[in-house]
């Protein structure tokens, strides 16, 4: 039997690397036509060429608009119309608000979350034409705080509320809204934060459930893959992080920051050390502020 995707027309962001390589990969196995678009063009170019003929990529950060709309009429001009979208571009800087730099921690916003806001802006005219569905990447650290990623948390936060009154927007139109919530997930965001800080290996293992496991990235993009085939409303990754999200006002309660705060008192200075001696505010493997990855500090390089 054909698969509900076959033949759709799918808009990746940040499908360079990580859940948005092996979402497209699971995607063009069942038919649908993939558009990639994001930052690391080789890396775009040589995964449309492994996923076969019938699939197109656009060099575009998702924070210029002039960039997004040029990728999304190369994509209407490619295939003739959009059926979905999975706003999936995503990037976490390292350590606290005290350690900054203010470049890195609003950039993460700029991506995360205003680059989700103008992803759906430059889409919705086709995506509404077609009444198709939105994918919009959120995360666990809208549903419990960590300390470390504030603006993170913050953007992907934002995500969330976005695409619940997204929803309510284009539900008469025939559009549907998706909002995905994975936790940690094995990437090279998540590899890149465990090499470069002791400190947050520490945390990370001390955290409860979900929130302290690390899921394979095959299983994230299988849910994702599901999620666009079912158009679900909902999505998270693990499974058990429904619960977590039903539960959600404990993990900002007086208890839970008692509970966090007696360990957070010990690493977390351990942690801005860590960040401050890096020299740099993103993983290895970032593509934070539009540099090659690896490049120089926030401080060093405009954005």
Same mark, same amino acid.
């Given at each position: ?201 520490? *945390?990370?293992?001390? +955290?409860? =459930?979900?929130?302290? @496991?690390? &899921?394979?990235? %095959?299983?994230? !993009? $299988?849910?994702? /893959? ?28 007086? *208890?839970?920051?008692? +509970?966090? =705060?007696?360990?957070? @008192?010990? &690493?977390?200075? %351990?942690?801005? !050390? $860590?960040?401050? /001696? ?26």
């Amino acid at each position: 039997m054909a698969s509900q995707v076959s033949g759709k027309v799918v808009l990746i962001t940040g499908p360079a690397r990580g859940i948005g390589a092996e979402t497209a990969r699971l995607l063009a196995a069942r038919g649908a036509r993939l558009s990639l678009v994001g930052l690391e063009p080789e890396r775009l170019a040589a995964l449309s060429a492994e996923l076969g003929e019938g699939h197109v990529w656009f060099e575009c950060d998702v924070t210029d608009q002039a960039a997004l709309e040029r990728a999304v009429a190369g994509t209407v001009e490619a295939f003739g119309g959009l059926d979905v979208v999975i706003a999936n571009a995503g990037i976490s800087s390292h350590g606290t608000v005290a350690v900054g730099p203010v470049e890195a921690l609003v950039r993460t916003i700029e991506v995360n979350l205003t680059g989700v806001v103008r992803t759906v802006c430059a889409t919705l005219p086709h995506v509404t034409e077609r009444k198709g569905y939105y994918l919009l990447v959120s995360s666990a650290a809208a549903l419990a705080p960590f300390p470390g990623i504030s603006t993170y948390a913050a953007a992907k936060s934002g995500v969330e509320q976005f695409g619940n009154v997204l929803r309510l927007e284009v539900a008469h139109k025939g559009v549907a809204v998706g909002v995905a919530h994975p936790s940690w997930i094995d990437t090279d965001l998540v590899r890149d934060a465990q090499q470069d800080l002791a400190g947050f290996r520490e *945390l990370l293992g001390k +955290l409860p =459930g979900p929130f302290g @496991r690390v &899921t394979p990235l %095959r299983d994230c !993009a $299988e849910a994702f /893959a599901r999620a666009v085939e079912r158009r679900q409303r909902r999505i998270y990754v693990p499974r058990t992080l429904a619960a977590a999200a039903f539960l959600r006002q404990l993990f900002a309660s007086p *208890l839970a920051d008692f +509970l966090m =705060g007696r360990e957070t @008192r010990r &690493t977390l200075p %351990r942690v801005e !050390a $860590e960040v401050r /001696a890096l020299g740099r505010s993103f993983g290895a493997h970032s593509m934070g502020l539009g540099a090659k990855p690896g490049g120089d500090d926030a401080e060093k390089r405009e954005p």
